[in-house]
């Protein structure tokens, strides 16, 4: 008998470590195929190796090439770790490539983090496939009564939680400096300026607190891509500092869960690491000086009890997350992943699946549809677009992959010319 499989499609290093994570938590045993999207944030290998997550096999697809795919249709599971437009277009060209045939791949999605905008939009386009995992008690109830408003079966929706939650709980230690981690986000805060002025109070903090080591925990090298664009990386800002900076602030890369092994107080300002460092009851402070604003994503954490201000830490704040509050969002769950791999098994117990049936078929939202499908390189009946002269696959697609193509040369030119001395400085710890 085959070995059995499941394939995680991913369109960036974020999306692939949930979409592993996942994988290894739905399907035990299973040989894990990645197949990573060519895209502006296609993962590198240095940003792979941070991961930690090494799959059976690997390959770099198209929306368009996995139609077709014969290897993926051979699949067990396949979960879609894709922005909500790919997880449509590949539903709905799957789910017509598919058609008629005895077996198909069980269909998985969901989100990487937390919802905390744009619900609706992200929900829609993932409706469809055979399970929508919510990454708490809250996202599901919320997004069950989305699909049961709109016709959509709301028992595709199944609650889990973050798969990388997990590690071993937190013990201060007297064998190393309190550490303080800043994890840092690409686009959180925005503009040089908000992100500069960032790293001169954890600078000051740092200065105040002589005796503390303070981590800049930071996500991708210059020029690298991630989910998000990071104009304003911090290696290049560091240099930037009004005073230089002190010895105990660093800037460092690895995997979040090893930094966290060595945390005593994780801050941010809305990344998921606050969820992580919570599940392992870690001091976990959630920025203020910058707003309490859904443009930020820290509203989300308005009733955790871990708002704290950079004159809190100054003081000695040390936040503790609000149990109640904790366990609605998933927190602290033993096996989150039990009932996903209960419908996993009744619906392969069960015969056939049915066919793939997006919410968004051309028949309710055309307009709509044939857009998300155009930049995907789909037409309408889910069949790649045929090339156009000049390369592409279409006049949006062309426009869309030129723009992306030129950033990403813009930015690692940047990387090249401007941050090496600062590399070999900063990120090497």
């Known amino acids: 008998m085959p070995p059995r499989r499941i394939a995680v499609i991913a369109d960036s290093d974020t999306r692939w470590k949930w979409g592993a994570s996942v994988a290894r938590r739905i399907a035990p045993g299973h040989a894990l195929d990645a197949l990573f999207l060519r895209t502006r944030a296609t993962p590198t290998e240095r940003q792979l190796t941070e991961i930690g997550i090494v799959p059976d096999t ?8 996995l139609v077709d795919d014969a290897e993926l249709a051979a699949a067990d599971v396949v979960v879609l770790a894709t922005v909500g437009g790919t997880t449509l277009a590949l539903t709905h060209g799957l789910g017509i490539a598919w058609e008629g045939r005895e077996r198909r791949p069980v269909m998985v999605t ?15 386009t993932r409706a469809g496939t055979d399970l ?46 309190f550490t303080l981690t ?5 686009s959180v805060p925005k503009g040089r300026e908000a992100r500069l002025g960032l790293l001169e109070r954890a600078a000051a903090h740092a200065r105040r607190h002589p005796e503390r080591l303070v981590l800049m925990k930071l996500r991708s090298l210059p ?67 910058f707003g309490v604003r859904e443009a930020h994503g820290n509203h989300y954490f308005v009733h955790s009890g871990c708002l704290a201000s950079w004159d809190d830490l100054d003081a000695g704040a040390a936040p503790r997350v609000d149990p ?26 069960a015969g056939p699946l049915p066919a793939l049936r997006p919410y968004y078929a051309p ?56 941050v090496a001395p600062a590399l070999r400085r900063w990120g090497r710890n």
């Not at 690997?58 to 090439?65: N, P, Q």
Request: glycine share 10%.
């Open 58 to 65: 690997r390959r770099e697809v198209t929306v368009a090439e």
């Open 223 to 289: 020029g690298e891509h991630t989910t998000h664009v990071e104009a304003d990386p911090y290696q290049l800002l560091v240099e930037k500092l009004a005073e230089p900076a002190p010895a105990n602030l660093r800037l460092v890369y690895g995997n979040m869960g090893e930094v966290l092994d060595r945390t005593d107080l994780l801050v941010t300002v809305s990344s998921t690491a606050a969820l992580e460092s919570m599940h392992r009851g870690i001091p976990t402070a959630i920025l203020t000086d």
């Open 324 to 349: 109640v509050w904790a366990a609605r969002q998933g927190v602290g769950k033993s096996d989150p992943y039990a009932a996903a791999r209960a419908r996993i098994a009744a619906l392969t117990a």
């Open 182 to 186: 800043f994890a840092v986000q690409p």
């Open 132 to 177: 929508v995992l919510a990454n708490s008690a809250y996202d599901a109830d919320r997004f069950r009564a989305a699909f049961t408003s709109v016709g959509v079966d709301p028992d595709t929706v199944v609650e889990c939680a973050l798969p990388f939650l997990g590690g071993e709980p937190y013990a201060p230690s007297t064998e190393r400096p």
């Open 110 to 124: 969901g989100y990487v983090g937390v919802v905390y905008e744009k619900m609706v939009d992200g929900l829609m």
């Open 363 to 418: 028949q309710r939202a055309g307009a709509y549809l044939a857009g998300i499908l155009e930049r995907n390189g789909l037409d309408e009946k889910g069949r790649p677009l045929a090339p156009v002269p000049g390369g592409g696959t279409g006049p949006l697609r062309t426009v869309v992959r030129r723009a992306a193509r030129s950033g990403a040369q813009s930015l690692y030119r940047v990387g090249r010319e401007k």
